[in-house]
């Protein structure tokens, strides 16, 4: 099983796994503050020993992480949260029906629309990749983790490298979007205005690096890259 472990910026770690059946990367992270171990996203069920055996390359076991969050409720980000002990979990309300009722005692439904979480972390309700999807913003550092509202499934890794400029990738998302709002029918389908609201929700913030929920780690020029995806509408 391909993994990677890096840090992205002080006390910001991405752990990445090659999913065979999906033929893409799947993506989670730790932020470290203060007495804080926080898990963002958890992966699937069946990949949780390589996630926690990454962990402890750097000195932390499953014990030491005190809250996760997830930005929504599909499997590749709350299937993990099973292996971890009594901690608190986050999590929005409005993606209570995706989360299977084994997990539910183990996630509070009170992640805001707009506001301020633990450890310094803005969250803003995004809604459309599912109901729930939020977004996450970490002032100190500057990354932005945004689910899967912006992600980049199935694309492999330049040489290697989580962290990078990206710019094949933004490219070619930037073509996908631009796609997409060209049809009307994929328009109305897949609710595209919503997609471009959260845009202009995640943009508000000083974004140095962008976190998806699949496949590399964007830096630099984010909010240039967003400027880029609105002036599509």
């Known amino acids: 099983m391909k993994t990677y472990l890096e840090e992205i910026t002080k ?13 893409s990367y799947n993506n989670c992270y730790l932020l470290l503050e203060n007495n804080d ?5 958890s992966g699937k069920e069946e990949h949780s020993r390589f996630l926690f055996s990454a962990l402890k390359s750097i000195g932390i076991s499953k014990s030491d992480i ?3 969050i997830a930005t929504h409720a599909h499997k590749d980000h709350i299937g993990g949260i099973q292996f971890l002990g009594e901690i608190e979990g986050f999590i929005h ?3 209570l029906e995706l989360i ?19 450890s310094n972390l803005d969250c803003v309700l995004l809604g459309h990749h599912t109901k729930g999807s939020v ?5 100190e550092s500057k990354v932005l983790f945004c689910g899967d509202h912006i992600c980049f499934f199935a694309e492999p890794l330049n040489d290697h490298n989580v962290v990078g400029t990206g710019k094949l990738e933004r490219e070619k998302f930037k073509q996908f979007v631009s ?11 897949h609710n595209f205005s919503l997609f471009i609201e959260g845009i202009k929700d995640i943009n508000k913030f000083d974004v140095e690096y962008l976190c998806t929920g699949h ?3 964007l830096k630099g020029n984010i909010n240039q890259f967003f400027s880029e995806l609105l002036e599509i509408e």
């Open 215 to 217: 496949g590399i780690v």
């Open 135 to 139: 977004s996450l913003y970490h002032r």
């Open 66 to 68: 005190t809250r996760f």
């Open 11 to 23: 006390g910001v770690y991405a752990f990445l796994l090659w999913d065979e059946s999906w033929n």
């Open 93 to 95: 309300n409005k993606d």
């Open 37 to 41: 171990i926080i898990l963002i996203d």
């Open 100 to 118: 299977p009722e084994n997990l539910r005692y183990k996630l509070k439904m009170s992640l805001p629309d707009n506001g301020s979480i633990v």
């Open 179 to 189: 796609d997409w709002s060209q049809n009307e029918e994929m328009r109305k389908q």
